[in-house]
């Protein structure tokens, strides 16, 4: 069955970065949609990016200018690319991809960011 097994999450102390990946396996199908949603303790979970099929993305407003989405085809993976980190980026990342053909869509495990002031 379709996994997708996230990692680069960790501490960072503020101004700081680091860059999440959501590797898909188990699926022979390629990328449609795929994105990035976080949820801080307390809070709803919001989105923070997505890309498209045909590679335009969108950004939350809170992480806009800092944050970069990117995808590799071949290897079935996403990323994000986080800078100039605050402490209200603390929160667990979840990934999601949605695969042409599968209507499906798929979530990662989650991994906690956590920013220190």
């Known amino acids: 069955q379709v996994q997708l097994v996230e990692s680069g999450g960790g501490l960072v102390q503020a101004g700081g970065s680091l860059r999440l990946s959501c590797a898909a396996s188990g699926t022979t199908l390629s990328i449609n949609a795929c994105g990035w949603y976080r949820q801080a303790p307390g809070k709803e979970r919001e989105s923070v990016a997505l890309i498209t099929n045909t590679g335009i993305t969108n950004y939350g407003d809170s992480v806009k200018g800092r944050f970069t989405i990117s995808r590799d085809n071949a290897k079935n993976t996403v990323y994000l690319q986080m800078n100039s980190l605050k402490p209200e980026d603390t929160a667990v990342y979840y990934c999601?991809?949605?695969?042409?053909?599968?209507?499906?869509?798929?979530w990662g495990q989650g991994t906690l960011v956590t920013v220190s002031s």
């Open positions: 999601y991809i949605r695969f042409w053909g599968d209507s499906t869509r798929y």
